[in-house]
């Protein structure tokens, strides 16, 4: 079945470093792919999004390539905030829809210090 | 954006009652609602497919007699743990479907319900 597998937590870094979390998936067909992010006392919420390869989907600074050949869709910003300290899940869906089932890593908490 | 409630967000139990949690949409239709289970440093589960006015769908190995799914209308889902038992302590999230103005059809989540059963 499908699955996704995120790289192991925590993760800290100081204000203004530079994220990468690394994220593979297994999926027949061709998968949507997703970053989802929660916030400390909040929901998930979908930061951003790819359909197709070579798509890279974008929001708040962050980026993130469908890349089919390694079958990975890396999270990265370029200079990141305290705010952005939270839990980062990867999914995965086998549609482009919002009545789809979402496959998702284990998440990744992110601590940015000051 | 789009807002999905969860109530009530923490209930503690005692072991053989049973809880009802709701789910709901409050600015969009629902056609589709999923209830996940999320354990401590683990990922979302996804426990069923919650269809308005059908029979949920179940994931494997979810008892379908012990999490009883209702989607009664467009923008309420429930879902009721039967005779708990401390092993089902978790933490339990729902998502609902809508498309967006723009056409990017898109999951919104509730902000979860901590169950804790004595």
């Known amino acids: 079945g499908d699955s996704v597998t995120q790289m192991e937590g925590p993760v800290t870094l100081s204000e203004e470093a530079f994220l990468t979390i690394n994220c593979t998936y297994t999926a027949t067909g061709y998968p949507s792919l997703f970053w989802y992010v929660q916030y400390p006392g909040e929901g998930l919420q979908l930061l951003l999004k790819a359909t197709k390869a070579d798509d890279k989907g974008s929001n708040k600074g962050f980026e993130a390539t469908y890349r089919k050949e390694t079958t990975s869709f890396h999270l990265e910003k370029g200079s990141v905030q305290v705010s952005d300290s939270a839990v980062y899940f990867c999914?995965?869906?086998?549609?482009?829809?919002?009545?789809?089932?979402?496959?998702f890593g284990k998440g990744i908490t992110l601590s940015v210090r000051p | 954006g789009a807002v999905v409630s969860q109530h009530p967000s923490r209930v503690i139990c005692k072991s053989g009652t049973s809880v009802k949690i709701e789910c709901r949409s409050l600015?969009?239709?629902?056609?589709?609602m999923f209830w996940y289970r999320q354990f401590p440093k683990k990922s979302l589960m996804l426990m069923a497919t919650s269809n308005e006015g059908s029979k949920a769908t179940y994931e494997q190995g979810v008892e379908k007699d012990k999490f009883l799914i209702n989607h009664a209308s467009l923008t309420l889902s429930t879902l009721t743990v039967t005779s708990a038992h401390p092993e089902d302590s978790s933490f339990y999230i729902c998502?609902?479907?809508?498309?967006?103005?723009?056409?990017?059809?898109?999951?919104?989540f509730g902000p979860g319900t901590r169950l804790t059963v004595l």
């Open positions: 600015d969009f239709q629902a056609t589709t």
């Open positions: 998502s609902a479907g809508t498309s967006g103005s723009t056409g990017t059809d898109t999951q919104y």
């Open positions: 999914a995965l869906s086998d549609q482009d829809g919002a009545n789809s089932k979402l496959t």
